[in-house]
């Protein structure tokens, strides 16, 4: 573990303008997280988020693994989003997840509330295949599911591990069962994956927790596919202590127009398990994003809006924020530094958020009260103040210091 002193992160903060500002006094329970994905040594990178939401004094904790790199179409890794995915960090209660891709690996931490920049590493265990990309944690089942993405294909696919929300030393993550498979989806030969074209790319679980989803991005002839698991009561000798997984009979749905689904973000304010179904919006670096469906008790998914972005080079992050004042759903675009504002219901663009030129681009984001932070293709983070009527640029914090950028991934925050 290494911490960087606060005199070195007061030169790492600059403003939209560009001038400099003094490290912010920390709100001791506040912190954003990202994972690198170094292949040496993967690590978790935590930084304070002050009273103005300005963030300073980074602290690097290992995972406990390595990273990797997939790699593109030429055989190398991409500058940067070298998982194809969003989701790698997730922040549930205090526990932090995330995984380690070179060791094929998903690490529990503990977020002690008094120094959340802090986190202490609880437990690592395998994922059961090779090259996990992306995390889905539900509090309310105690169950955190990992998917992998790497080759062979038998080493591609779903695991999923029980947890213990109690502040206890020896919490554990236990496996709920073995591998369940992708079925007629990732066709990797080897790992790292060759993508993102064919690699999956995020998994998380409905709002009322009675079904996880996966993405995975078409072939380039094959639209992408859309797989929903049905959550079930795990059989257990205790009939007093119940558990829970997830069916290995995954629906699958395939809509016609979703060429390379990236993101899936349940849209809060428009779902409801009910004849009408819940409403996520899925980004398509292809296209822009959609607005689609899941009916219920099928689990099949219908697109109901196209949402073509002008300008749009790889629009793959997305953030829901249809239950907050600000009523939008954020896309993000890892060619563009502009971020899209949308109308949860009808998808329609509502503005346009102008992030600096210098960021070439944002990987993931989250939003904390009313400020939105966007994880930079340079080396940065954008923090965009919501406040604003136009959700101007705050701040752009300068994070070179910290070294090379390839293997940033995913934002979270605690308390989220």
């Known amino acids: 573990m290494s911490v960087f002193s606060n005199f070195a992160v007061a030169a790492l903060l600059s403003t939209a303008l560009g001038s400099e500002v003094i490290a912010r006094e920390g709100v001791p329970g506040k912190a954003l997280y990202f994972l690198d994905n170094e292949p040496t040594g993967a690590s978790i990178i935590a930084l304070q988020v002050s009273k103005d939401g300005l963030l300073s004094n980074p602290v690097r904790t290992a995972t406990g693994g390595l990273g990797q790199f997939a790699v593109n179409g030429t055989g190398f890794p991409p500058a940067s989003d070298t998982t194809h995915s969003q989701g790698i960090v997730q922040v549930s209660g205090t526990r932090l997840f995330t995984v380690s891709p070179g060791s094929n690996t998903l690490s529990m931490f503990n977020i002690p509330p008094s120094d959340p920049t802090h986190p202490t590493l609880m437990a690592s265990i395998s994922t059961q295949g090779h090259f996990p990309n992306s995390v889905a944690v539900s509090k309310a089942l105690s169950l955190v599911c990992v998917v992998n993405t790497g080759g062979p294909q038998s080493s591609a696919g779903v695991s999923c ?7 206890r030393d020896d919490s554990k993550l236990v496996p709920t069962g073995p ?10 030969t080897s790992t790292p994956p060759t993508g993102p074209q064919g690699t999956t790319s995020d998994i998380l679980f409905n709002p009322s927790n009675t079904a996880l989803f996966v993405t995975l991005k078409g072939d380039g002839t094959n639209p992408g596919l859309v797989y ?7 059989s257990s000798s205790n009939p007093k202590k119940k558990g829970y997984t997830i069916s ?45 469906t899941v009916s219920y008790p099928s689990l099949s998914i219908t697109v109901t809006h196209k949402i073509p972005i002008s300008k749009q080079l790889a629009s793959c992050w997305s953030i829901d ?24 219901v009808t998808g329609g663009i509502k503005q346009t958020l102008v992030g600096p030129a210098s960021a070439a681009g944002h990987l993931d984001g989250r939003i904390s009260g ?27 914090v300068d994070l070179k210091s910290l070294g090379g950028n390839q293997g940033w991934q995913g934002l979270a925050v605690w308390p989220n």
Do not use: C, H, W
């Open 161 to 167: 591990f029980s947890f213990s929300t109690k502040d």
């Open 179 to 188: 591998l369940i498979p992708l079925p007629g989806g990732v066709n990797q």
């Open 228 to 234: 929903a698991f049905p959550v079930i009561i795990k």
């Open 248 to 292: 290995s009979r995954p629906v699958l749905s395939r809509p016609p127009g979703l060429l390379l689904p990236f993101s899936m973000d349940f849209i809060r304010s428009q779902s409801s398990p009910s004849s009408e179904g819940d409403k996520a919006i899925i980004t398509d670096p292809s296209s822009g994003a959609s607005i689609i």
């Open 321 to 344: 924020a249809s239950e907050t004042t600000y009523n939008a759903v954020f896309s993000i675009d890892g060619g563009n530094p502009n971020i899209t504002v949308l109308d949860p």
């Open 370 to 396: 009313r400020v939105l932070y966007a994880l930079q293709a340079a080396q940065g983070i954008s923090v965009f103040d919501l406040d604003d009527d136009d959700g101007k640029l705050k701040a752009r």
